[in-house]
């Protein structure tokens, strides 16, 4: 009997990642009987290892999942305040202010005290177990064969390197001895390897995903945070769970789209602004207005509110109800897209902030900076109670659209993930174009200031136009500019197409069976 061919008898899918090694992850996985969800996991893990600098895996992740027979979900796995178990006074140490050049020039604090308690590999750990099919070993190969037989240092981890290295990656020892190819921070074109990560990955692959909380390599990290004065310890690892919630709903044109609901603040920001562009329309003068009014709203309300479950509730019926003018007024992301033939999106984005710069000894992880991040603490250093989720501007997406297009989509680029991914859905769900003209299509991003309102854009007709009557400042970028996130998205068509776009504003890749 011949064989049946490739796209007949086995689940085909279209992938959108950050370089080509964690898109190949995500079909190799594929072909060994995955679904669309462990498909993105073995990017993300690949991701961790070939991305460093940019994401860690010892970061935060929502994983948004529209299974083909059944209501979309979306699995919080963001990091968390962390000092259960700590003595009082240890709250506000164990940090150092590091600034950076990286995005204009920015504050941040490092060191053992700004790490958060980790949640993406928890989140991951229940999407396979809602949604996966294929075992933690084949997942995690991938990941621990780059590691261990070496990648190719890519431009936008390279650059980063380049970029903070000096300042960020050169104070703890172990972190330099990875970062570094001599005396200088590793570029583009640098050949790496990590074989402290590729064993603990090993160690994951064996033992499950349990033993970065409650396992050896969770006593590892919290020991060592512990013990050069920050304040996630043994007690916060083993208490984090992730949480699975009903996705938040909007209507845009045909397209029924799937967004992360509350306490997220990208979640419900995203949704604001899809709802008013479907209002609205897209032209200049009105994506302005509309992001000033959100972002306006989101700097007033949910920046500093110590719920923000509810703050952002409030938002989304604030929309529904009296509008928006009656109500009072990090970069370092990764995502991953996937659609499968069977009708399932997975879309998943993950942070790490800036990272804090300190390497677990012996482990090869990286400790996140989420709590040094000056963004999503607006609240105050280290204000928190311990428990509570942090602010996340992370918006990973999935979407239906009435001739039955399955779409998953996101992007990295902090405070420009929410209004990267609203024009974007805005130009093919709203107005019909295609997906990858979409991608490209000149941006806008306001900024709110203090004293005035800065209106970033790329080169477009009548944009200059529009911020001067908006009586805001114009900054100019060039084309394709990563200032503006990096956009990645993965459809399938009811007839069973399959496709990917990638941002050119970043490196990425697409990959397709």
Known sequence: MSELPPSLGMTRAAI??????????????????????DAA?????????????????????????????????????NSEMPGR????????????????????????????????????????????EMFGRASWADILAPAIAAAREGFVLGQAAGHYLQLTGRQLWSFDEQTRAQHFAGDEPAGPGTRMTNRDLANTLELVARHGIAELYTGSLGEAIADHVTATGGLLGRADLAAYRPVCRPASRATVGDWDIALNPPPSIGGPVLT????????????????????????????????????LRAAGAELLLALETTGLESLPTSQDTAHVSVVDSEGNACAITTSAGYSSGVTVPGTGLVLNNCLGEPELNRLGLHALRPGTRLASNMSPATARSADGVTLAIGSPGADRITTALSQVIGRHCLRGEDLQASIDAPRLHVELGPDEVRVHYEPEDGVEAAIGRAGAVAVPHEASDMYFGGVGAAYGTAAG?????????????????
């Open 497 to 513: 197409d399959l496709g990917a776009a990638a941002d050119p504003r970043r490196a990425a890749a697409t990959a397709v069976s």
């Open 272 to 307: 604001a602004m899809v709802r008013l562009i479907a209002q609205r329309g897209m032209s200049a003068d009105a994506l302005v207005e509309i992001q000033r009014l959100v972002l306006g709203y989101r700097a007033e309300h949910l920046d500093r509110s110590t719920d």
């Open 16 to 37: 959108a990642a950050p370089n080509a090694l964690a898109a190949q992850a995500g079909m190799d996985v594929v072909a060994l009987g995955g679904s669309a969800v």
């Open 41 to 77: 996991i073995a990017a993300h893990a690949t991701v961790y290892v070939t991305e460093p600098g940019i994401v860690s895996a010892l970061g935060g992740a929502f994983v948004n999942v529209w299974p083909a027979d059944g209501e979309p979900q979306v699995i919080d796995g």
């Open 85 to 128: 178990s700590a003595d009082p006074e240890r709250f506000g140490g164990g940090l150092r202010a590091i600034h950076l050049d990286y995005g204009g020039g920015i504050t941040i604090n490092a060191g053992p005290g700004s790490a958060a308690t980790p949640g993406s590999f928890a989140a991951y750990d229940l999407a396979h």
